[in-house]
């Protein structure tokens, strides 16, 4: 054996070999066949979605409003944005609902530091959402040139304007219609209510990093 | 740290520890009960099945997870310990001259103890979790799974943070909370680097999946230019769409919630056109013994875990002696079944032992792991450990005693008489003492069995 070099094994080498050692498998072997996932999708009315949705948003602490129609968008959200610093996202609906048009509300933007800035001095952030989950109140916001992934997140009060037409009955429906979302984005998360911490005593705190407030604007016919 | 016997008589921790779990029982009580959730249990059984599957063909889906987080623009890391993950983090952040790491919360990085590595090289790695922010400012390890700051109250909040933060005694929760919002939402914006953890590896995506309430993983995702993930190699699922069996099994297992405030499915750095986001996305794949669990086709079952936490909320064991005791990060039965698989059965030998296998863990597992029976084959592992060293000659000799005695009636009886003549006395001294100190025993009979039995025989 003199002379013989000394194999140098890389980490990953040397992981999946000991798993396959310890399993009893060799390189390249296919798995024996998993069952279909398992969806669970009820078969309810979808104009049941829409107060289903209010009632599980409601429970945890949000606030939705109905808007009969796009133009009803900005006089229910007319108090609620007096006098704030508001960033809006590129997502073609709040253009059409006017809120982009508002003097106080700074929207367009394409530069992620130019963002950041805005985000961090906001008091309100609004978004469209890709999808609402009626089982869970649940916003599903997939990260494109239209939503930015701070918007919902650094300024202390998010609004989310929806069109019912979004109304998904769950994450199970979700994950049917959308069954790889990396194909789409680099980032989908699932809001489920405000930003909420109980490590303290578990008593329920909101808006520990998160927005503390959260508001859903949905839309009936758009 | 207060020790098992600080913990047990000390009835503040009591109390902190036993109506924090309660609260979580009853949450998760309240989320899984068959009128609100009917799929509960058929839901745990897709779970194992998933999971079993999963690591019996776990180096296949490394494979394809690496092959997916390449396709998107990641790149993986393999580590087989932690001093490769710091040399991998120490020389990213050298070559992008970064200097502080915003952290969320991971369990994973805890058994590295990734901050304290990190710190030796002049680099700043702050935890962002409430709970974990606190514990980091008090040089402590997480007391539970979920919950980590479990065993403080507001009183050692305010303490810790005048202590360390230099403000001014705040008891307030809400006002404690504002506190640590703002001192790290400066770090958020400040950090070269955001490092989580994973709750899902999801293989046919190339995706990482962090669940949370507060928002700091979000933060720490997509404020930062670069983004790591560290992960066990165990925390692969094979497809997206299980994620409807995992997710729905998760937030309510361990906290009640259907859903978790943030759930975020994360594949790679921002891509073209997206606004913010990270420019660069690493995931770490952490062995650190994890293949040393694998051999065994029923201890394998340890690495099905998913961090819930609800195993420690209805251990009789945990509630007692709570987080700390437990020699290594991960406590509650679980940590009393890894712990001994990953460091060995003979540096820990009690540990094993330190449950009463009432069956709670197993019953509410969310992915249905075998633990008293795995608490068992440890125990059987310990002894042998033990007579291959040559060790455990009395108790081999106690048994032997018991034996000849259970075996010669004559021997039994004269002994039984002693015993039961001494009997209000013995649980006060010896080694009675320490187990009644806690529980109280049940008064013999004032007659034995035998004597009874002559009597009756002879009437």
């Known amino acids: 054996m003199v002379g013989r070099e000394v194999q140098q094994v890389t980490p990953r080498e040397a992981i999946l070999g000991k798993i396959r050692t310890e399993l009893g498998r060799a390189a390249g072997q296919h798995p024996a066949p998993l069952a279909a996932p398992a969806l669970r999708i009820p078969l309810s009315d979808r104009n049941l979605y829409k107060d289903l949705f209010v009632q599980s948003f409601e429970k945890l602490g949000g606030k939705a409003i109905i808007a009969r129609n796009t133009s009803y968008v900005l006089p229910a959200l007319s108090t609620l944005l007096e006098g704030k610093r508001v960033v809006a996202s590129n997502a073609p609906f709040l253009r059409s609902c006017g809120i982009t048009d508002l003097p106080q509300v700074q929207s367009g933007f394409t530069d992620r530091e130019l963002l950041r800035e805005a985000c961090a001095a906001a008091d309100i952030g609004i978004t469209s959402a890709d999808y609402a989950l009626a089982a869970t109140g649940t916003f599903v916001m997939l990260a494109s040139p239209r939503e930015a992934r701070l918007i919902s997140l650094l300024p202390p009060t998010h609004i989310a304007v929806i069109p019912r037409s979004r109304m998904l009955a769950s994450l199970d429906e979700l994950l049917s219609i959308l069954p790889k979302p990396a194909e789409q984005t680099s980032s989908m998360v699932l809001i489920t209510g405000p930003s909420r911490t109980a490590d303290i005593e578990q008593i329920l705190v909101r808006g520990v990093h998160g927005p503390g407030e959260i508001h859903a604007v949905i839309v009936e016919e758009s | ?459």
Not at chain 2, 151 to 161: E, G, K, Q
Not at chain 2, 317 to 328: A, C, E, F
Request: hydrophobic letters at 40%; glycine letters at 6%; a neutral charge.
């Open chain 2, 1 to 459: 740290m207060a020790t098992i016997k600080e913990t047990v008589a000390d009835p503040r921790l009591q109390l902190a520890i036993y109506s924090a779990t309660q609260r979580l029982i009853d949450h998760r009580a309240g989320a899984v009960g068959f009128k609100v959730f009917p799929e509960y249990q058929d839901l745990r059984t897709l779970a194992h099945d998933i999971k079993k599957h999963t690591i019996e063909h776990l180096d296949y889906y490394l494979e394809q997870l690496e092959a997916n987080v390449v396709a998107h623009g990641g790149q993986v890391i393999f580590c087989e310990d932690a001093e490769q993950v710091t040399d991998f983090v120490l020389n990213l952040a050298k070559q992008r001259n970064a200097r502080l790491i915003v952290k969320s919360k991971s369990m994973t990085t805890e058994e590295i103890h990734f901050n304290e590595r990190l710190e030796h090289h002049q680099l700043e790695a702050v935890e962002t979790d409430l709970g974990e922010y606190i514990l980091q400012l008090a040089h402590q390890r997480p007391y539970h799974i979920v919950a980590p700051a479990l065993h403080l109250t507001r009183y050692d909040v305010a303490d810790i943070f005048t202590k360390s933060l230099g403000v001014k005694k705040e008891v307030v929760i809400e006002e404690q909370t504002k506190i640590a919002r703002s001192v790290l939402r400066d770090k958020f914006l400040q950090a070269d680097i955001g490092v989580t953890g994973a709750n899902f590896l999801v293989a046919d995506s190339g995706a990482v999946v962090v669940v949370e309430n507060e928002g700091n993983a979000r933060l720490s995702s997509s404020a930062p230019k670069i983004h790591i993930a560290v992960a066990g190699i165990e925390k692969l699922i094979p497809r997206a769409q299980d994620l409807a069996v995992f997710l729905n099994l998760l937030g309510r297992s361990a906290t009640g919630q259907p859903l978790t405030v943030y759930t975020s499915f994360l594949s790679g750095p921002r891509r073209e056109g997206e606004v913010d986001g990270p420019d660069e996305f690493y995931l770490i794949l952490l062995d650190n013994g994890r293949t040393k669990l694998l051999a065994d086709p029923d201890k394998r079952q340890s690495l099905y875990c998913i961090r819930c936490g609800a195993c420690l909320n209805h251990c009789p064991v945990y509630r007692k002696i709570g987080g700390h005791n437990y020699p290594w990060v991960y406590s509650g039965p679980i940590g009393a079944i890894i712990t001994p698989q990953f460091h060995g059965v003979s540096k820990d030998p009690w540990l094993p032992f330190a449950s009463s296998l009432c069956g709670a863990c197993a019953e509410v597992c969310p992915v249905k792991i075998e633990i008293p029976k795995l608490l068992l084959k440890l125990r059987a592992e310990v002894v042998e450990a033990k007579q291959r060293e040559g060790a455990g000659g009395l108790e081999r000799l106690a048994f032997r005693m018991f034996s000849w005695m259970m075996t010669h009636p004559r021997v039994y009886l004269m002994l039984a008489c002693i015993g039961s003549a001494l009997a209000p006395i013995t649980p006060k001294i010896g080694p009675l003492r320490k187990w009644t100190s806690q529980r109280s025993l049940p008064p013999l009979a004032s007659t034995s069995f035998h004597k009874w039995w002559a009597e009756r025989s002879s009437k």
